[in-house]
């Protein structure tokens, strides 16, 4: 596609479950990002790939959260027993190479932990 | 321990007059620094960088002075539009590559016609 797509764009759920936010980066981009946004709070980086590896996964703040990317391009981050303090806005963003390049951002998953 | 800093939460201006959004970072081993712009519902888009050899890039109506001495950088919009109204991300890059973005926290600026 032209641009990177973020699907759920909005997912309410209750404390407990488990959620799923898929990204599909732009074509061609080996570098995919997630980061989030909770209400008042800058952009937090969760992880990167670089291709199929995640040579960064210092951002995920807690073994509830995981990510995996197959093929190089589709990326899932997948929430264990949501918590209420998961509730943000999930950006995936890719790039050509490695960072340092510019970023291309989704429009992001609003997720609601009720 | 935040690395880069937005120390203004919101900035409003007239339209046709200047904004000037600031951000400050603590970390030495930032030499790329870039601006993204969000618009409500949608990604943040890049705006405008700079490496940290310069101390100005131009963009049309933007402008990013970076001073390393004091670990400042600028963005500035002249003249204001309306539809600059948005929220304002500063973000660097350490040396290394391969090494995500730091962000800040966002400055929202309001341009008031």
């Known amino acids: 596609g032209a641009g990177v797509s973020q699907s759920p764009s909005n997912k309410v759920t209750e404390k407990g479950k488990d959620v799923e936010l898929r990204c599909d980066p732009i074509s061609g981009h080996t570098a995919l990002y997630w980061y989030r946004q909770s209400l008042g709070q800058g952009l937090e980086f969760l992880i990167y790939?670089?291709?199929?590896?995640?040579?960064?996964k210092s951002g995920l703040p807690s073994d509830r959260f995981s990510a995996e990317r197959t093929g190089g391009s589709v990326s899932t981050l997948t929430i264990q027993r949501t918590q209420q303090e998961d509730s943000a806005v999930y950006l995936c963003?890719?790039?050509?190479?490695?960072?340092?390049?510019?970023?291309?951002f989704g429009s992001g998953t609003q997720l609601s932990v009720l | 321990d935040q690395q880069v800093k937005q120390n203004s939460p919101s900035l409003s201006v007239q339209e046709g007059r200047i904004s000037i959004l600031n951000c400050d970072y603590t970390n030495s081993m930032f030499d790329y620094f870039l601006w993204y712009k969000k618009y409500p519902a949608e990604g943040p888009t890049f705006l405008i960088s700079?490496?940290?050899?310069?101390d100005k890039n131009e963009d049309g109506r933007f402008t990013v002075f970076l001073n390393k001495s004091a670990k400042h950088l600028s963005l500035h919009i002249v003249p204001s539009q309306p539809g600059d109204s948005a929220v304002y991300f500063c973000?660097?890059?350490?040396?290394?590559?391969?090494?995500?973005?730091?962000f800040g926290k966002g400055t929202r600026l309001s341009v008031i016609a």
């Open positions: 700079i490496s940290s050899i310069k």
């Open positions: 963003a890719s790039s050509l190479r490695q960072s340092n390049e510019k970023l291309f």
């Open positions: 790939f670089q291709g199929n590896s995640a040579p960064d």
């Open positions: 973000a660097a890059s350490p040396e290394r590559l391969g090494t995500p973005l730091v």
